[in-house]
């Protein structure tokens, strides 16, 4: 097939543009800026913007199938509405000219988030309804379940085939951008001062992009697939970093309400001094969810087979300290140094 491919060159879309070259697809990349790593298997690059109607209809001349990968991660943003026009507006362009030009397929990458996202220890499934009062404090969620709404909304008004695919938090090597693995980063750096009391789920990078993969031809339009490898306390996960890592996990364990005040009068006297806190409260806030789901259906219809966790964490591991290297002693402060910007 000749495929268009938003987000190519972040996490997940640097897993899985070589699956589909390898499968003998004709890659066409939409991109901002130049794109080394996608044009080196072959991928033509279109460079144009989500909301930029004209560029889209040319990128989308001849092209069967898209697959929709493009979004941004971030729980404390300067600007909502940036994620707002990310996310929904510019997927609800896209998809307006993808069914305009007849494209027979499209793949949009959410997130496990905009079904698992609750306050106590419950598996989610696709059958669950969208958690709008859970996720109200993060702008990021409430975008992506906008971007899904919107989404399924114009597959159900103009007939465009649709596949939503929701992965769970995204380990594994390759995070250049440091986007999804940055927990496991703030705990190699000693950045995590206790212990969040909930719980999350993960995926390699590598399965889920099998995934998606799969989905070009086994999703069912209109449908959702939860792609969550392993459901885990924070507790059991640092537990297993320390072990791979030799970086001692936090001993503190803290309320839910002394956590989450503590990150922000952490958060006020940083911004006393000009400086920067190491760790925000909205991550801290987050790290008191649960984020469990039951990924049986991607299991059923696309074949999705999460690997062994240790081989996750420990691959995960080996890319963050040969890439970013780990800190020099066993201290925690705020003057860690800051995950690397795009």
Same mark, same amino acid.
């Given at each position: 097939m000749k495929l268009l491919v938003t987000g190519a060159t972040g996490f997940l879309g640097s897993h899985l543009l070589p699956l589909l070259a390898e499968a003998g697809h004709a890659l066409r990349i939409l991109a901002r800026g130049p794109a080394p790593g996608p044009a080196a298997l072959g991928a033509e690059v279109a460079t144009a913007g989500l909301t930029d109607r004209d560029a889209l209809r040319r990128a989308l001349e001849g092209v069967d199938a898209v697959y929709h990968l493009a979004g941004q991660v971030e729980f404390d943003p300067d600007d909502p509405a940036a994620l707002y026009d990310l996310h929904v507006q510019g997927t609800r362009v896209l998809l307006e000219e993808a069914a305009a030009a007849g494209v027979g397929r499209v793949i949009l990458a959410s997130s496990s988030g905009t079904i698992g996202l609750s306050r106590e220890a419950r598996v989610a499934t696709e059958d669950d309804d969208y958690p709008l009062a859970? /996720? /109200?404090?993060?702008? %990021? %969620? *409430?975008?992506?379940?906008?971007?899904?709404? /919107?989404? *399924? !909304?114009?597959? !159900?008004?103009?007939? *465009?085939? *649709?596949v939503v695919l929701n992965p769970s938090l995204l380990l594994g090597p390759g995070d250049e951008r440091l986007g999804s693995t940055v927990v496991v980063w703030k705990f190699l750096q000693r950045r995590v001062p206790a212990i969040p009391g909930g719980g999350l789920s993960l995926v390699d990078v590598r399965d889920a992009a099998r995934a998606f993969a799969a989905a070009l031809e086994r999703g069912r339009p209109g449908e959702r697939y939860l792609l969550g490898g392993h459901n885990l306390t924070f507790a059991d996960l640092f537990g297993r970093l320390e072990r791979l890592s030799g970086v001692s996990s936090p001993r503190l364990r803290l309320p839910p309400g002394v956590n989450v005040a503590g990150a922000r009068l952490a958060e006020r006297f940083h911004a006393w001094r000009g400086s920067e806190s190491a760790l925000d409260a909205p991550s801290v806030e987050m790290g008191e969810r649960f984020f469990y789901v039951d990924s049986a259906k991607a299991a059923r219809e696309l074949g999705f087979a999460p690997r062994d966790l240790q081989e996750t964490l420990f691959d995960t591991v080996r890319f963050l300290e040969a890439r970013f290297g780990r800190p020099a002693g066993p201290s925690w402060a705020a003057t860690s140094p800051r995950p690397p910007r795009p």
């Open positions: 859970v /996720a /109200a404090p993060w702008p %990021y %969620y *409430l975008s992506k379940i906008f971007q899904e709404k /919107a989404a *399924l !909304r114009i597959h !159900r008004d103009t007939g *465009l085939p *649709l």
